[in-house]
């Protein structure tokens, strides 16, 4: 099993930052990639950006591209999203999740998702 707990959450006016981590424990040798998706009130979950575990490659939604950084700090074994340039529209819960195979963009590929960190961002 692997569990996933997520912090770092809070409320910033619009062009602040944030950087919210994302502890991994358990059997965590199956994990090929990790993600982060964000959830706003009333609307569906969307994929935000993901990381390939070993190689470390990364892709980002288009609306964050940019703004967003996600990064892993394996002797921590910790995933990170660093959020700069942060807008309103990018309030929502923040949901870390790792997958063994599929499309990180699909997150029905999914097996692992933590519970959320709220993120507010005040105009």
């Known amino acids: 099993q692997v569990q996933l707990a997520e912090s770092g959450g809070g409320s910033v006016e619009a062009g602040g930052t944030l950087r919210l981590s994302c502890a991994v424990s358990g059997h965590h040798s199956c994990i090929y990639f990790a993600s982060w998706f964000r959830q706003a009130v009333g609307r569906e979950r969307e994929w935000v950006a993901g990381?390939?575990?070993?190689?470390?490659?990364?892709e980002y939604a288009d609306s964050v591209k940019g703004r967003f950084t996600i990064s892993q700090d394996n002797a921590k074994n910790t995933l990170y999203l660093q959020m700069n340039s942060l807008k309103p529209e990018d309030s929502g819960m923040y949901y870390c999740a790792a997958a063994a195979s599929g499309t990180w963009s699909d997150e029905n590929a999914y097996g692992y998702w933590g519970q959320g960190t709220q993120v507010t961002v005040s105009s």
């Open positions: 990381m390939l575990i070993r190689g470390g490659r990364s």
